[in-house]
Each structure stands twice: as C-alpha cells, then as structure tokens.
C-alpha cells in the first residue's frame, strides 16, 4: 500500500502576485482545482470510474457527497479491483491511498502535467511513501510523507526557470512575466500578457460561478462579476472591459464607489497541528488495520466539517452585511456589493470588501466560525454522519474544548495601494492576532501545564500612505517611555467572554481586549446630540495627540477635559470610572501601561455599517 501526497506551494505568492482581482480569483480558482477536480479526473482514469469526476458547475457539496459514496470512492482494503482511494481532496491538496507503486506515480504525473498547462507558474509536487496497511499506522506515516514531501520540494528547480528571458521578450501589463500574447484596449494601447496571467483570467469566471453556486442555496443574490469589475475600476485597472459591462458598472458607480477597500485573511487555529496528530488524538483500536480505517474516516470527516464550517461563517457574515447594505439600494444596484471572495475553504478565508464593513464582516465570520465548529446542524442525509467530529477531535486534542477558534488580519487600504503589499501586512496583522494563543490558556489537571484555549481574535490597521508598511515597524512607534508605554491595545478578541470561564491563564491581559470594549469606546466617540458629536473631533484628535506624549501627558490633557465632557468622556477611560486613559500589564517582567484610545479612534470612522 502506498500513501500519496499532492500539494501546492507558495498558494500565497501565485495568487496574490498581481493587483488585478480577476487573475486573483482565477489563481485561487487554479489552485483549487489542482486538489480537487484534476485529482478526481486522475482517480477516475486509473479507477475506470468515471462518475466520481466533477462535472461543470459542481460545487463543494456535489464534492463531498462523491468523496462519502462508497460505491464512487471504495474503501482500499475492502475492493481488490480499487486501485486509489481519496482520503481529502481540497484546495491545493489531495490525500490518496493507492494500492501499486506504478498507479501512485501515474496519479502524479496526471496532475502535475495538467497544472503545467492549465496553471503554468503553480507550484505543485507529489509524493510517495509505501508503508504495510496492518502493522504501519497510518497517523504515522502521514507524518512521514509530510516530512518526505519538504524535501523533495526544496530540491525542485526554481519555477523562475520555467520563465526564461532570453531571448528577450516584452513583458506583461500585470504579472511582469515574458509577454506570450498580446491584444489591443478600447484606447488602442497594446497589453501585453504573459501565459500565466492569460490561464488565470481565463479561470476567474469559473470561480465566481462556483461562488455563486454556494450563495444560492442561500438565496443570496449578489452578481460577482459585476462586483469585481467595478472593484477594478475603483483600482484603476478596469481597462479592457466590453462595452456592456462598463455601462453597468458605471451605472451604478455612484452607489458602489468606496474611500476604503479593504483585505481580510482569516485562518484556523492549530488546525496543522490536530491534522498532524490526528493518529494520537483519535487513540488506537484492537487491530492496526481497523485503527488505519478509522484515521481515514475520521481525517476525511474533520476536513469536510471544517470545510462547511468556513463555508457557512462567510455565508452568514456576508448575509449580516446584506441585510444592511440593501435597505437604501435599487435591486440591480444591490446585486453590485463591494465584496469578493479570493478564498473560502478549509480553515481559510480571504475576501476584499468595503474597508467601512471589514471589521463588522470579519467580527460576525469568526464568531460563527467557532459557532459553528461547536453546533453544525441542519446538514444533508448524506453528511449527517459527520457531524459532531470537530467536538470530538478538539475535546480530544490539546485544545481541550469541544470547538475551534480562528484568527483575522485586516489591513484597510485607499482604492489605489498596491493590493499584494497589503496582504502581506493582512499576514503580518494575523500572526499578531495569533499570539492570543500564547495568552490565553487553561492549565491541564493531569499534566499541570497550561495549554492553548480556542479563542478568536482580530487585529487591523488602516493604511494612510505607503511610506510605511512593515507592522514591525508601525507598531514600534507607538511604544514609547523605554518601552514602557504602548499606545495600542490590539489584538481585540471577539470570543464570547463566557466562552472563555475555564481560562486559568491570560484572563487579566483580556480584560480589557474584548470586542465590546472597543465597540463602546467606538460609540462613544461616535455619540451625537442634536447631530453634533458629544465629544467634538477637535477636543478627541487633541487628546490623540497628546498619547505621544506619554502616559502622564495624555492623562493631564484627558483631565482639563473630564468636567466639561462627562459622564460621556468616563467611557472612554479604563473601567469607565477612573481618570487614565491606561491599564496595567505585566510584561517580560516589569509594569507597562497600555492603551485602547488610539485603537477606538483608528476605528471609529469604520463602524458605520454596525447595527
């Protein structure tokens, strides 16, 4: 018995390499396709099974049910005349069990060679490892073939090489690859593109019906196509549109034009490890065999589960935000809404959208994610059986909660900000978001270590200029006094506090970082009489400046302020009652004081849409 791996690399830089949403989406469609629909279409060959192949217009849930069949995708150790067996096929990655050596090498080499021409500039490798299907656990050799498929993909040449600049050739509008076509604009330009960008626009229409697919079963109406191109408008990018389609973007162009655009990219927490360790978590069986079995039921569950959990939180944060956003809308002008989905699957999101909404979407996203992993209901006859899985494992695994957390990054740009720059600071944001889980912790009865607690969190930061774009280095201006001082409170947790009872360590440093903190200092600041603002902009801008002088100097100013202000200038100081704008932390072993202020007043021009 063989266990393949087939994964893509550098999803990131293949996707987001470009500023342009249409060879965005078509690279992230690529990508999907790589893992899915091209190793179905392999499995079905060497299977002689034709019917477990996606056809056109198939979505993620026409995919599971082929996975579930058991007359579609044998169990391997059952049917002598099975030759492959599909543990996963998602985004990007596929896991097969496959019975001879030959069919394992020619799985991969369908693959590959489909990517080379459909997805020229994909990075994606197989790899193989035999092991005994009844004395080899299987938890172990996935780990091995983890290890194995490293190796091999640092000893591939550089896809650079694929790319050669010589002769020379001119190079593309958009990726700034050798140009392979080229074509005429509607200004008689010449745009020159290379075959890389050509195969990702050709894709992107592809993608957005199979998004369009999944919002209709929730009667979600929102036409994509149109959305993205007048996103790209709003980029300056839109210059080789049809006529058509010009005029009904420009139609409602009045409606859909933003100040702010923003990237949200969302990820699991420590899905890589329970996917790792899955082979422990889920404990042994009487006999290897059926201890095999039952890792790649349970492994095909979670991935499934996982699967519709991000599908649904993304359906019910973008449902939240339409319920908004039409009541002042045309119904043709409605179906044009400033967000498009790049990547929806696994324990990944990432969408651009109105930069005024993102923190709203994003809120609502996370906490349903964890909803959802904790309570997956209302699910098909055919995938009844894996619900309560994600409870299971993550009760099991050092989590030891019967749910999963995730975290965001978002960065909120002006239309024109060079989009690739600002995912990158998206990932910064999120793995600044992610040190949640070296905070909050609940300490094991058994071991008397503290371990990680699910718990969700966002971090964000709005873009102003481009002089500027390392967090690193945004971050370290707003720590003042020897490092003593910091003028920011992020990230912000938008885990429920009552999620968060059993939590032994971190509590104190949470106080004072949920999301309803921020929201009321937010609506304080926000807060009007006679459509005049309580607190005058002046008078708060003021005091925002006055945070860069240090703690006592923001105090003494917020203090010549508290008579002529209160009680409504009280919300905005710590517990609400006392007259600092700071709390007290430990950290590295020493006091600093830390505020959330300039957090509230990043974010205050960004809460329009919050009902």
Request: hydrophobic share 35%; proline share 3%; glycine share 4%.
């Amino acid at each position: 018995m063989h266990l393949v791996l087939i994964e893509t690399s550098g999803n990131q830089n293949y996707i987001f390499s470009t500023n342009k949403l249409k060879e965005n989406i078509g690279a992230s469609e690529l990508t999907y396709l790589a893992g899915t629909v091209w190793v179905l279409d392999a499995v079905a060959h060497i299977n002689d099974t034709s019917q477990i192949s996606l056809q056109p217009g198939d979505g993620s849930e026409e995919l599971r049910k082929k996975l579930l069949d058991r007359q579609l995708n044998k169990p391997i150790e059952e049917f002598n005349n099975t030759h492959i067996e599909v543990i996963i096929a998602t985004s990007g990655k596929a896991l097969l069990l496959v019975r001879e050596k030959e069919h394992a090498i020619e799985v991969i080499q369908r693959v590959t060679r489909k990517a080379l021409i459909e997805a020229p500039g994909l990075d994606i490798c197989g790899a193989i490892q035999e092991f005994d299907w009844k004395k080899d656990k299987l938890g172990d050799v996935n780990r091995k073939i983890h290890q194995k498929f490293e190796v091999i993909r640092s000893q591939k040449p550089s896809l650079a090489l694929r790319f050669l600049r010589l002769p020379i050739v001119d190079e593309c509008s958009t990726s700034g690859l050798p140009a392979y076509s080229w074509e005429k604009d509607k200004e008689g330009k010449t745009i020159f593109k290379s075959f890389v960008s050509e195969k990702k626009q050709n894709c992107s229409k592809q993608a957005l019906t199979r998004f369009e697919t999944l919002l209709e079963k929730e009667k979600i109406d929102i036409d994509f196509l149109a959305s993205i191109r007048a996103l790209n408008e709003e980029l300056g990018l839109d210059k080789e549109q049809e006529d058509k389609t010009k005029k009904v973007s420009r139609r409602n162009h009045n409606n859909f034009k933003r100040e702010w655009l923003a990237i949200v990219h969302a990820d699991g927490n420590g899905l890589g490890e329970i996917f790792l360790n899955l082979g422990k978590i889920i404990g042994s069986r009487n006999s290897v065999d059926k201890e095999n079995r039952n890792y790649v039921e349970k492994y095909r569950h979670f991935s499934m589960a996982l699967d519709i959990c991000t599908e649904r939180a993304f359906l019910k944060a973008l449902s939240t935000l339409l319920s908004v956003s039409k009541s002042d809308k045309t119904q043709s002008q409605a179906k044009i809404f400033p967000l498009v989905p790049l990547v929806v699957g696994g324990d990944d999101l990432t969408v651009v959208c109105d930069g005024k909404q993102a923190l709203q979407f994003t809120k609502v996203f996370l906490q349903e994610f964890e909803n959802n992993t904790e309570h997956l209901d209302k699910l098909p006859e055919e995938l009844q059986h894996i619900q309560g899985v994600i409870p299971e494992i993550a009760q099991k695994s050092a989590l030891k909660a019967p749910r999963l957390s995730a975290c965001a990054g978002i960065t909120i740009i002006k239309p024109h900000f060079p989009f690739s720059t600002a995912y990158e600071l998206a990932e910064d944001l999120i793995r600044s978001a992610k040190k949640v889980k070296d905070k909050i912790k609940v300490k094991d009865k058994i071991k008397k270590e503290a371990e990680t607690y699910p718990c969700s969190a966002l971090d964000f930061h709005i873009l102003y200029d481009s002089s500027g774009v390392d967090l690193d280095t945004i971050r370290k201006k707003l720590v003042l006094d020897s490092q003593r001082t910091k003028l920011y409170g992020r990230p912000y947790i938008v885990t429920p506090e009552n999620k968060l009872s059993e939590v032994t360590d971190g509590k104190e440093w949470a106080k004072q970082r949920y999301w309803e903190i921020l929201e009321k200092r937010v609506q304080t600041l926000k807060a009007t009489k006679d459509r005049r603002r309580i607190l005058p902009s002046s008078q708060m801008h003021d005091l925002r400046e006055g945070l860069f002088l240090g703690k006592n100097g923001a105090d003494a100013r917020l203090k010549l302020m508290i008579n002529r202000y209160q009680p409504e200038i009280r919300e905005l100081t710590v517990n609400c009652q006392g007259e600092t704008l700071f709390w007290e932390e430990q950290e590295d072993n020493k006091i600093i004081y830390v505020t959330g202020f300039l957090d509230a007043m990043d974010a205050v021009d960004f809460f329009e849409r919050e009902s």
